[in-house]
């Protein structure tokens, strides 16, 4: 029997997808094979990897000037893959800090060039966004690095930040939860993890104008330049991961592509904040303008109940809602691939628990 499965990533696939994936596993499209087992050079393997480019550009309507890489090293690659392609050592880069994933990201910037904090929600306890009149920007940074959606607090910036120089963002639990403005963006990158496949996969979308700078040290698989002259295939491709994540994509386009998600992830993280809000049991601490729609982190009001929370919960059939190790207490990721009927689920629990708990 399947799960409601909540984690943060990886997470859990639409059905569809896996069923499509398990009746084409040992003979993909008549050729007696799996696509596992063809050469990513090979002409059907290339339709496939075109065609999946091509459904994430309509999606998202990424702009022809974009170039669309699928690269390996998850997200963490691209922390220092950005700073190495479009810094210079001696160049200055802003980043917003909003969490752990951005510590992250800017631990691994200040490896390559000269870091400016241009914000930090440290006051907050990360539970919002710093107002962008306050923030501290460089005048010629190389770009503005933030992170739309941090996975881990549940935070997400209700804007899109204007800044006079390239932004880039770290997409990586966000993307395809709603319709984007692409052409804002100077560089987005995501793990696929979360809302595009399997892991083994990351995302990057990428103004070619700033294809072309990178450094000599930069490594061949994550040149971005490189990597776009070759179709990402500089060397051999995650090809089963970016296979499924082309099931994907159609699949988001078959449920009415990014519009029907956003309708179904804002009444999906509605239900869920209103029956925590409402409870006078459940808390989750971050400022109501900055919640985010796919991961919603709350705490009970006696911890000592977690661990019962979570086994009676997991015998319900509501898995890994633990939250992350560094925070505790509980998280949901309710990313495109959950359900209306698994927040429904959850939601009708958590009243039960409260009742006989509260
Ligand atoms: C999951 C996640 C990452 C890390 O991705 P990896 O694929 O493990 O490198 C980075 N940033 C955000 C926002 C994430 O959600």
Redesign the pocket.
Known sequence: MRVFNFA??PATLPLAVLEQVREELTDWRGSGMSVMEISHRSKPFLALAGEAEADLRELLGVPAQYKVLFLQ?????QFAAVPLNLARADSTVDYVNTGS?SK??IGEAKHYCRVNLAADAAASNYTTVPPESEWRLTAGAAYLHY?P???IGGVEFPFIPRVDVPLVA?M??TILSRPLDVSRFGLIYA?A??NIGP?GL?VVIVREELIGRSRTETPLVWNYAGMAAEGSMSNTPPTLAWYIAGLVFKWVKREGGLAAMAECNRAKSQLLYRTIDESGFYRNPVDVACRSWMNVPFVLANPELDKTFLSEAQAAGLTNLAGHRSVGGMRASIYNAMPLEGVQALVQFMREFARRHG
């Not at 090293?73 to 690659?77: E, K, M």
């Open positions: 943060a990533g090293g998850g997200a963490a690659g994933w992250k990201a992170t959606n941090e996975t770290d990586s639990s793990g993890q979360k892991a990351v």
